[in-house]
């Protein structure tokens, strides 16, 4: 059967949104009603997380809902499950059994929408993850007449194609932007992690502290502590980062790792990283985290003194800056410092309110932002 002009003009709106994200959410429309679909999404999937990064014609309450919960007890997953990349399925077969009708996901969640059945097609697959386009078909349109599913074969190749060329850009794009040459020059470890905590980014200090085994290891590609309840720990705090609807700066952890006998342990300050939905639309190995490791012996004394002098800190201020930056509590900080908690409480409020910060953790993520080199003052 010969390409129609309307299934060009639909690929090269399909080439056109690797330029500008923004445009994905015209592409799912058009596909929808091309197919004579009830509606549509690019959906991202991982071992933790799902992500809807482009759709149409879905309810946000029932966005929020699949991403929150029922990306977990999905039975059509049985069927996206082994699909390769530009693969066409239908979930008929699953759709039309008497468990799935009398199941909780499709009378609370896929019948008060008005569909009953699904069309997907594979566009990524990674280690634990998958980026699908799915359009959702209503009870009286079951059964996907020949020419529509002709014209997703004919787009398949292209949305795979697609997907691919967004992930070589968007990696291009994250070497070369001022924070990935910042952190490559740090004068810190620093890890940039994905969502299920494989490494997407380490500069080469972080690389040289992996080296001799003691603190920090891979583990099949993801980053791992010396005992699993660190690296569990660990991994729980970058996870986080990923979770539909946090913000930069909203959560994040410190954690003291364990080098082993006669080793002071490293201090792992984890930040989750934000990214703009339009940036993001098939970003499998998107980093969700950053991970800057300290190591308290060595000190950071010089970069401290700096952001000091940036903020207008006094002399006490900076002392229980470098004490919160070092992992310690406004407690330990006093104690060390040989001053009250109530003094010590006391700068920590200036310090807050002279770097625009809030709480802890936005102020060590700003820190760490602040005296990477190569990062605007703004930042």
């Excluded at 071992?47 to 039975?75: E, I």
Aim: aromatic share 6%; with cysteine; hydrophobic share 45%.
């Amino acid at each position: 059967m010969a390409r129609s002009q309307g299934d060009g003009d639909l690929i090269a709106a399909i080439y056109d949104a690797i330029i500008d994200p923004s445009r994905w959410d015209e592409v799912v429309k058009r596909i929808v009603e091309a197919t004579k679909s009830v509606s549509g999404g690019l959906l991202v999937q991982m071992a933790d997380t799902a992500r809807l990064s482009a759709t149409h014609n879905v309810d946000p309450f029932y966005d929020d809902a699949y991403v929150q919960t029922w990306y977990k007890n999905n039975p059509l997953n049985v069927v996206t499950a082994t699909a390769v990349p530009g693969e066409l399925r239908t979930h008929t077969y699953v759709t039309e059994t008497e468990t799935f009708r009398t199941s909780a996901f499709y009378n609370e969640f896929a019948r008060p929408q008005g569909w009953g059945d699904a069309v997907s097609v594979c566009l990524l697959r990674g280690p634990n993850s998958s980026g699908q386009l799915g359009v959702l078909r209503s009870p009286d349109a079951i059964w996907i007449e020949p020419k529509e599913w002709h014209l997703l074969e004919t787009l398949a190749p292209h949305l795979k194609r697609a997907a691919e060329i967004h992930q070589l850009l968007s990696r291009a794009r994250g070497t070369t932007n001022s924070l990935a040459a910042a952190v490559a020059a740090a004068g810190f470890a620093v890890f940039l992690l994905t969502g299920d905590c494989r490494v997407a980014f380490a500069n080469a200090k972080a690389e040289d502290l992996i080296r001799p085994g003691t603190g920090l290891r891979y583990e099949r590609g993801r980053l791992a502590a010396m005992t699993p309840a660190l690296t569990q720990r660990l991994h729980a705090v970058a996870r986080a980062g990923s979770r539909p609807g946090r913000t930069e700066g909203d959560i994040g952890g410190t954690l003291e790792l364990s080098r082993g006998e006669n080793c002071p342990p490293l201090l792992a300050h984890v930040i989750p990283l934000a990214a703009s939905r339009a940036a993001a639309v098939f970003d499998i190995d998107r980093p969700a985290a950053a991970v800057f490791v300290v190591d308290p012996a060595a000190g950071l004394g010089a970069q401290i003194e700096r952001f000091a002098a940036r903020f207008a800190l006094t002399i006490a201020e900076t002392r229980v800056l470098a004490e919160i930056v070092g992992g310690n509590g406004l407690l330990a900080a006093a104690t060390k410092l040989k001053i009250t908690e109530a003094t010590a409480r006391s700068h920590a409020k200036h310090v807050l309110a002279k770097t625009g910060t809030s709480r802890q953790t936005e102020l060590i993520r700003r820190f760490f932002e602040s005296v990477l080199p190569g990062v605007p003052a703004s930042a």
